[in-house]
């Protein structure tokens, strides 16, 4: 059984075609793996890189896992009493933002806190 284009009525070459051959209409919704802000947030306020990593950013969640891990190292000569807060904060604020970038149809891996 043919399949045709809704637009241009014209037969595609492949039920399963995203995009009309002829005419460029999507055929198909695009489905993006929605992502709570709020959760990824949350999620970066208990264990700072989680957020991330429910982001999809399985390495920017590390990353920042490691740098908060030296971070808390840094206690040691006083400057982690800065340096730690600084750096949970941002963790969270990067998770939030990320999430809704990633929501808005952006793709994550092009951009980092910013």
Not at 85 to 93: N, R, S
Request: charged share 15%; net charge neutral.
């Amino acid at each position: 059984m043919p399949n045709y284009c809704p637009e241009c009525g014209k037969e595609l070459i492949s039920p399963n075609a995203e995009i009309c051959p002829h005419c460029g209409v999507r055929l198909k919704e695009i489905v993006i793996n929605r992502r709570s802000p709020v959760l990824a947030a949350i999620l970066s306020f208990f264990i700072s890189g989680l957020g991330q990593i429910y982001n999809g950013q399985f390495g920017k969640g590390i990353a920042y896992f490691i740098i908060y891990m030296f971070c808390f190292l840094s206690l040691f000569f006083l400057i982690g009493f800065l340096l730690i807060p600084l750096w949970w904060l941002i963790g969270i604020v990067d998770a939030y933002v990320s999430a809704t970038r990633i929501n808005a149809g952006e793709d994550a891996s092009k951009f980092i806190n910013t």
